[in-house]
T-cell receptor, first 121, second 113 residues
Framework: GAVVSQHPSRVICKSGTSVKIECRSL??????MFWYRQFPKKSLMLMAT?????????EQGVEKDKFLINHASLTLSTLTVTSAHPEDSSFYIC?????????????????FGPGTRLTVL | AQSVTQLDSQVPVFEEAPVELRCNYS??????LFWYVQYPNQGLQLLLK??????LVESINGFEAEFNKSQTSFHLRKPSVHISDTAEYFC???????????FGKGTMLLVSP
C-alpha cells in the first residue's frame, strides 16, 4: 500500500525559531499533498493544498507567510513554521493524494503520514 | 459543498459488546465515503471505504460500514469490540475528481474491560 512518512515525529523549539517538517510519499508520486493541523480532541483542519511545481493553496484564515509550503518534487513537500510561537504548538499531519478508479470515475484517495508533534516553548 | 456529522463525540463500551459509530453526510454530488482510525499520537489509517457497488463494506479487523443513500449515512459497526479498538474514528467524504476530503469531528471509542 501507499506509504507516507513525516520527519521529524516530534520537535521542541524555542519561541521565535523556525521549524521545517518534511512529508514524503515513499512508493508513489504525489502531485498533490495536503497539510492538516489537529488540536487536542479536535478534528483535522485543512491548512493548505501543496501542488508540485506551483504555489500552495491556503485555506481561509491560514497565514501563508507563517506557514511556508514547498513542494519541490513529486515525493516531497515541506511545511516551515516561521517564527514559531506557543500557540503554534499542535499536531501537524500531511497526506499525499493518489488516484484510483471507481467504475468509470476517478476518485482521489489520501494517504496520511504519522504526524509531527510540535511544541513551542 | 459537502459536510460530515458525527453526532457522538465519545462512545464508551465494554469489551466484547457491539458498537455503532454514526456518520451522516451531505453532498450535492456523488460521494465516496471513508472511515479512518487514529491511535494516540499517530496519523490516520484508512479503515474502510465505499466507492461504488455493494453498500456494505468491511475491514480486515471486523469493522463494517453500510452506505445508505436515502438516509445519507455511513455508520460504522463492529459486533464485538476489543480493548485495542480504543481510538479516535473519523468519517470523511469526498467527491470525484479533485475534490478534497471533508472530515467529521471524530468519535472517541473507549473500550473498557
Amino acid at each position: 500500500g501507499a506509504v507516507v512518512s513525516q520527519h521529524p515525529s516530534r520537535v521542541i523549539c524555542k519561541s521565535g525559531t523556525s521549524v521545517k517538517i518534511e512529508c514524503r510519499s515513499l512508493d508513489f508520486q504525489a502531485t498533490t499533498m495536503f497539510w492538516y493541523r489537529q488540536f487536542p480532541k479536535k478534528s483535522l483542519m485543512l491548512m493548505a493544498t501543496s501542488n508540485e511545481g506551483s504555489k500552495a493553496t491556503y485555506e481561509q484564515g491560514v497565514e501563508k507567510d507563517k506557514f511556508l509550503i514547498n513542494h519541490a518534487s513529486l515525493t516531497l513537500s515541506t511545511l516551515t513554521v516561521t517564527s514559531a510561537h506557543p500557540e503554534d504548538s499542535s499536531f501537524y499531519i500531511c497526506s499525499a493524494r493518489d488516484w484510483g478508479l471507481a467504475g468509470r470515475d476517478t476518485y482521489n484517495e489520501q494517504f496520511f503520514g504519522p504526524g509531527t508533534r510540535l511544541t513551542v516553548l | 459543498a459537502q459536510s460530515v456529522t458525527q453526532l457522538d463525540s465519545q462512545v464508551p463500551v465494554f469489551e466484547e459488546a457491539p458498537v455503532e459509530l454514526r456518520c451522516n453526510y451531505s453532498s450535492s454530488v456523488s460521494v465516496y465515503l471513508f472511515w479512518y482510525v487514529q491511535y494516540p499520537n499517530q496519523g490516520l489509517q484508512l479503515l474502510l471505504k465505499y466507492l461504488s457497488g455493494s453498500t456494505l463494506v468491511e475491514s480486515i479487523n471486523g469493522f463494517e460500514a453500510e452506505f445508505n443513500k436515502s438516509q445519507t449515512s455511513f455508520h460504522l459497526r463492529k459486533p464485538s469490540v476489543h480493548i485495542s479498538d480504543t481510538a479516535e474514528y473519523f468519517c470523511a467524504v469526498s467527491g470525484s475528481g479533485y475534490s478534497t476530503l471533508t472530515f467529521g469531528k471524530g468519535t472517541m471509542l473507549l473500550v473498557s474491560p
